[in-house]
C-alpha cells in the first residue's frame, strides 16, 4: 500500500515532469500499455499501422525478453511487410537526432507476474517504458527502493509481454536523495553501481525536484540513453556513464566541435577512465569534421587490455596495432576511423624513413589523439614529434595523477607539467571525489616497525625504519625474515582468510629475489600455504613489458639505497626457475626464453590474480600502475615512494567489490607517513586524509561501542529479539545490528583487534548473529514483510572459509573424540552452520547425516559419504514435492534446470504450469505463492553453496 507522503511525492514528480514537457497519460495495465505503444510508434514514424502490422512489430519486440537483446532491438530499425506487400521501416528511439522522440510520464501501471507489482512512476519514449522511478518516503533509506527495483526484476518484468524489459535507466528517489543506475537485467545487482547525478563541479543534485529538472529533462534523458549508455557486449550488460564521465566527454566534444586547442582531463586512479575514453573516442570518430581518433597507451600490455575493453564495449570497432607497419596501414585506411596503440608505435610511425611516405598523405587530415595516463617518462618525445609533424591535430590527456611543478621530475621541471604539454583542464574529479561518491574506497594505511609513539601492538616489529639509509640494514637477513613472518602471519587477517588477493612490492629485483626465496623456503617446510607469483625486468624483455613504466623511475624508487648488482643473466634464471614454479601450480607452460610465451605469462598472471588464483603477488615496479584488480586488497610495502608514485601504487587496492571489501589495505615497512601525506595534500587538498585515510583503531573501538549502546537500548539481551512485538521493532534491531556487523567488517581488518578491546563479547556476538539471520529468513517466506525492504548485507556475515568441505574436516575430526567431547564439538559445529549465510538451509540435512550416517564411515570417505547422501535426500525432497503439491516431475526439473542456469525466479504463471491439474483463477495466486516458496527453499537447501 503506497503511504501518504509517498503518494504525493508521486504525483508531484508527475505534474512536475507533465509541467516540463511530458505528456501525462493514464496507463493502467498491459492491455492500456500496448494501446499507447501502437498510437505513438504511429506518432513517432508518422504511419498507421494495422492491427496485423502491430502484431507482427511486437512479435519483434517481443522475441527475446533478454534485457540485453531488447536494448540492442531497441536502437535498431525494424523492416516487415505490411498488409500491402509494402517493406516498412519502424524506428523505436531516434537515436541520432535524440530530441526528436515522443515523450510520456504515467503512475501506478499495475503487472503481475509471480506477484501482482505496482510500479510508481514510468516514463515513455515512443510508447516503450525505458526509465522506471521508485519512490520511497523521506526517511527510509535509499536501498529500499532499490531492493524493490530488484523484486521487480524478478517477479514481474519479464512478465506477458516483458515489455518492462526494455527499461534502460532506473532511478530510485526518498525525495530528499536521488540516484540513477543502467537496467542490470540478470546479472547480479549491485547497488554500488547506482550513482548520483552532479554538476560540472562534481556537487550533487539529489533532491529529486532538482534532479528531475536536469537529468529528467527531456533532451538531457535521452541523450543519456542514445548515446552515454554503452552496450557492453562481451558481459551482455547495459553501463550508463556516471556524471562526472559524462561532463569530461561532453567538454572533450565541445573543444574538438568549437576550437583547435588541447586540453587533458584529472579523473583519479579507479574512476572508470576507460569507459570515459572509448565514449569520447567513439562520438569523436562519428563526427564529420574529424578523420582519424588515435588512443594511445604506454604499453603493448595496456594496449592490448584497451583493444580488448574497447571491443567488449562494441564488438570489432577496433583492429589493435600489432607492429607499426600495421599502425601505419590503419592510418591510410579510410575505415580505420578508431585506433588504438603504443606511444612507442606511433613514435616510429612518424620518425623512421620507410614509413614517411605513407604518413605524409595523413599530415594536413584532422587527427584527435587521445593519451591515457599522459604523464609517462617516455611521453615527453613523441609529443614534441606529433606536434612538429602533423598540422591538423588535437591532443587530450587523460590522468588520475597529474604532473605539477611539485612532483615533476627534476630533469625537466618547465616543461614536463601535465598543464605545460596539453595545456587547460577540462574536468577534475579527485580522489576525495570518488570516495564521497563510493565510487573507490578509502585506504587503511599501518606502519610496521619501531615506532615511539606505539605501544602494545602487533605492529610494533623489531625492524628499522626511521633512518634506513644503507644498503646493508635494508638487506639483513634478519629483517627481511622479520617482514616474511609478518606477511605470513598476518595475510590471512588482511586478506580475510584469502576472501581478497595481496601484493608485496619492493625496491629491487635483488631484495625481491631474496623475499621470493625465503618464502618459497617456509613454504616448503609447511609454514605458509601462498600461492605466489612474481614478474620482474631481467633486461632483454625491458622494451616489451618496462619495468619502469611509470613517469620516472624515480617516482618509484625514491630511494637512499643502491640496487644490489645482479646482471641480467641471473635475474633471468632466477626469474625461470620461479616460472617454473608457477608452471607446477597452474599448469601452465611458460618461460623467459621465447618473448610472446613470456608475454602471455605476465597476461596469465594479471588474470589468475584478478580471479583469486594468485594469494601474494611480488613486483618491483609492474601492476603498480595500469593494473585493476577488483579481488585484490592489499599492498605490503617495502620501498620508499612518493607523490604520483605513491597514489598509484596504493590504488591498486582501492576498487569496488561487494560490501566486505570496505577498504584498501597497505601495510607498510618503511617510514612513508611525510610522503603519504604530501601526495594526497598534492592530488586533493590539505584537509582530504581524514577523507581518504581509514580512522585510527581507537575511534572505531568507540564507535563501536556506541552501536552496541545503541543495539541493547533497543534489545538488551539476544533473547530480548523474540520479545519484540511488531515488525517496526524488528527492523529497528535489524538496523541496530547492521551497523555493528558493518563497523566489525572494517575493525577486525587492523591487526590488533580482539573482542577484549570492545564491550560486545564474541559469544554475544555470534548470538546476536543468530537472532539476525532468523529475521531475514523470516523477511524471505513473507512477501509482504516491511524486512523484505531492508537490505541485511548479509555478505558481511559470511564466510568464504566455511564450505562443506571446512564442516566434513571438522566431521572427520568428531569421530575422534570421546562420547561427552562429542556432543559438545557438534553442537559447536551446528551452531557454525547456523550462523553462515550460506549453510543455514543445511542444518536439518548435515545434523541428520551427523547422527545417521557418519559412525558408519571411514575418514577418507566422508566427503563421498556426504555427498550421496546430498544426492538421496535431493532425490526424496523432490519426489516428496511432486507428490504434496502433483506436479508433473518432468516440468519441474526443466523450471529447476532454467532457474539454475539463469538465475531467474520463476512468474507465478509459470510456477502454476508445473502443476498436473491447473486451478481455478480464483486459486491460482495463492497456490502459486506456496509452490513458489517451497521451490526456492528446495534450491536453497540443495544448490546454493
Not at 503512475?107 to 516503450?128: A, C, H, S
Not at 632483454?540 to 619502469?548: C, F, K, P, R, Y
Amino acid at each position: 500500500m503506497t503511504s501518504q507522503s509517498e503518494l504525493i511525492l508521486e504525483q508531484n514528480l508527475v505534474n512536475q515532469l507533465a509541467s516540463n514537457g511530458y505528456d501525462k497519460v493514464t496507463i493502467k495495465d498491459e492491455n492500456d500499455l500496448l494501446v499507447n505503444l501502437k498510437k505513438q510508434l504511429e506518432k513517432h514514424n508518422n504511419k498507421v499501422f494495422s492491427n496485423s502490422d502491430f502484431k507482427q512489430i511486437l512479435n519483434h519486440l517481443t522475441k527475446s525478453n533478454n534485457v540485453f537483446e531488447k536494448a540492442l532491438l531497441l536502437r535498431d530499425k525494424f523492416a516487415f511487410k505490411n498488409d500491402n506487400n509494402e517493406l516498412v521501416y519502424v524506428e523505436f528511439l531516434n537515436m541520432d537526432f535524440w530530441c526528436q522522440n515522443q515523450y510520456q510520464v504515467t503512475n501506478q501501471i499495475t503487472v503481475e507476474g509471480t506477484y501482482k507489482n505496482r510500479y510508481d512512476v514510468t516514463i515513455l519514449i515512443n510508447g516503450l517504458p525505458l526509465v522506471q522511478i521508485e519512490l520511497k518516503k523521506t526517511g527510509l533509506e535509499l536501498k529500499e527502493a532499490y531492493n524493490q527495483i530488484n523484486r521487480y526484476q524478478k517477479h514481474s518484468f519479464s512478465a506477458n509481454t516483458g515489455l518492462f524489459n526494455y527499461v534502460q535507466l532506473f532511478v530510485i528517489s526518498t525525495g530528499v536523495n536521488t540516484k540513477y543506475f543502467s537496467n542490470f537485467g540478470n546479472k547480479k545487482p549491485d547497488y554500488k553501481q547506482t550513482f548520483y547525478w552532479t554538476d560540472e563541479n562534481n556537487k550533487r543534485i539529489a533532491k529529486l525536484e532538482d534532479f528531475a529538472n536536469t537529468f529528467l529533462e527531456k533532451c538531457h534523458l535521452s541523450k543519456m540513453i542514445t548515446k552515454y549508455t554503452v552496450l557492453h557486449d562481451s558481459d551482455k550488460l547495459l553501463m550508463v556513464l556516471r556524471p562526472y564521465q559524462f561532463n569530461a566527454v561532453e567538454r572533450i566534444i565541445d573543444k574538438v566541435k568549437n576550437s583547435n586547442h588541447n586540453g587533458y582531463i584529472w579523473h583519479t586512479t579507479g574512476s572508470g577512465k576507460t569507459l570515459t575514453s572509448f565514449k569520447a573516442s567513439q562520438i569523436l570518430s562519428q563526427l564529420p569534421k574529424v578523420d582519424k581518433v588515435v588512443f594511445c597507451v604506454d604499453r603493448q600490455d595496456l594496449d592490448y587490455q584497451t583493444a580488448k575493453e574497447f571491443n567488449a564495449f562494441k564488438p570489432d570497432c577496433i583492429d589493435p596495432t600489432n607492429n607499426t607497419a600495421n599502425l601505419v596501414r590503419q592510418f591510410k585506411d579510410s575505415n580505420s576511423k578508431l585506433i588504438v596503440t603504443t606511444i612507442q608505435k606511433l613514435y616510429n610511425a612518424i620518425t623512421r624513413e620507410h614509413h614517411l611516405k605513407t604518413m605524409d598523405d595523413l599530415k594536413d587530415k584532422k587527427i584527435v589523439f587521445i593519451f591515457d595516463e599522459c604523464h609517462r617518462s617516455q611521453f615527453g618525445d613523441t609529443h614534441k614529434k606529433i606536434t612538429q609533424y602533423f598540422e591538423n591535430y588535437q591532443m587530450f590527456g587523460f590522468t588520475g595523477t597529474p604532473i605539477f611543478a611539485e612532483n615533476a621530475s627534476s630533469k625537466n621541471k618547465q616543461n614536463q607539467t601535465t598543464a605545460s604539454l596539453f595545456g587547460e583542464q577540462l574536468h577534475s574529479y579527485v580522489i576525495t571525489d570518488a570516495i564521497k561518491d563510493e565510487n573507490v574506497l578509502r585506504f587503511s594505511v599501518e606502519y610496521v616497525g619501531k615506532y615511539k609513539e606505539r605501544e602494545n601492538s602487533q605492529n610494533e616489529i623489531d625492524i628499522e625504519v626511521e633512518a634506513i639509509d644503507t644498503q646493508e640494514l635494508l638487506e639483513s637477513k634478519d629483517r627481511i625474515e622479520k617482514i616474511t613472518n609478518y606477511i605470513i602471519q598476518q595475510h590471512p587477517i588482511k586478506t580475510q582468510n584469502k576472501t581478497f588477493t595481496a601484493m608485496f612490492c619492493v625496491s629491487s629485483v635483488g631484495m625481491l629475489i631474496k623475499y621470493y626465496d625465503l618464502f618459497l623456503k617456509l613454504k616448503e617446510e609447511g609454514k605458509h600455504d601462498l600461492k605466489m607469483a612474481t614478474i620482474f625486468s631481467f633486461g632483454a624483455n625491458d622494451e616489451m613489458i618496462s619495468d619502469t613504466d611509470d613517469y620516472d623511475n624515480k617516482d618509484f624508487n625514491e630511494v637512499a639505497e643502491k640496487e644490489e648488482v645482479y646482471n641480467a643473466y641471473h635475474k633471468r634464471d632466477k626469474l625461470e626457475s620461479y616460472i617454473e614454479n608457477y608452471n607446477k601450480t597452474f599448469k601452465t607452460n611458460w618461460t623467459t626464453k621465447d618473448s610472446q610465451s613470456f608475454y602471455n605469462y605476465y597476461k596469465d598472471i594479471a588474470q589468475r590474480v584478478r580471479s583469486k588464483q594468485v594469494d601474494i603477488l611480488f613486483v618491483v615496479n609492474m601492476f603498480l600502475t595500469g593494473f585493476d584488480s577488483k579481488s585484490l586488497n592489499t599492498l605490503f610495502v617495502d620501498k620508499n615512494l612518493k607523490y604520483h608514485g605513491l597514489i598509484q601504487a596504493y590504488s591498486r587496492t582501492n576498487r569496488i567489490l561487494g560490501d566486505k571489501k570496505s577498504q584498501g589495505n597497505i601495510v607498510v615497512f618503511r617510514n612513508l607517513k611525510k610522503a603519504t601525506d604530501d601526495a594526497i595534500a598534492l592530488f586533493s587538498d590539505k584537509k582530504a586524509k581524514e577523507i581518504i585515510i581509514l580512522k585510527p583503531y581507537e575511534t572505531y573501538v568507540k564507535e563501536i561501542n556506541e552501536a552496541y549502546d545503541n543495539l541493547t537500548a533497543i534489545t538488551p539481551t539476544f533473547e530480548s529479539v523474540d520479545d519484540l512485538y511488531t515488525e517496526d521493532e524488528e527492523l529497528e534491531f535489524v538496523k541496530a545490528f547492521r551497523e555493528i556487523i558493518r563497523l566489525k567488517n572494517i575493525i577486525a581488518s587492523f591487526v590488533d583487534f580482539k573482542f577484549d578491546d570492545i564491550d560486545l563479547g564474541e559469544q554475544e556476538f555470534e548470538n546476536y548473529k543468530s537472532k539476525y539471520l532468523e529475521l531475514s529468513d523470516k523477511g524471505k517466506k513473507e512477501k509482504t514483510s516491511i524486512l523484505n525492504e531492508v537490505d541485511f548485507e548479509l555478505e558481511l556475515i559470511h564466510r568464504d572459509d566455511i564450505t562443506v568441505t571446512y564442516i566434513l574436516g571438522l566431521l572427520a575430526k568428531l569421530k575422534a573424540t570421546n562420547p561427552e567431547e562429542k556432543e559438545r564439538r557438534q553442537k559447536e559445529i551446528l551452531d557454525i552452520v547456523a550462523g553462515d549465510v550460506k549453510l543455514r538451509s543445511k542444518r536439518e540435512l548435515i545434523e541428520r547425516f551427523i547422527e545417521e550416517n557418519l559412525p558408519l564411515l571411514e575418514d577418507a570417505s566422508i566427503e563421498e559419504g556426504y555427498a550421496a547422501f546430498m544426492i538421496e535426500e535431493q532425490q526424496k525432497a523432490f519426489n516428496q514435492f511432486v507428490q504434496d503439491e502433483k506436479i508433473n516431475a518432468d516440468k519441474l526439473k526443466k523450471l529447476t534446470e532454467d532457474y539454475l542456469f539463469t538465475q531467474r525466479i520463476p512468474t507465478k504463471q509459470e510456477v502454476v504450469e508445473v502443476l498436473e491439474h491447473q486451478p481455478s483463477i480464483l486459486q491460482r495466486s495463492k497456490i502459486g505463492d506456496t509452490i513458489l516458496n517451497k521451490f526456492l527453499t528446495f534450491i536453497d537447501t540443495f544448490f546454493n553453496d
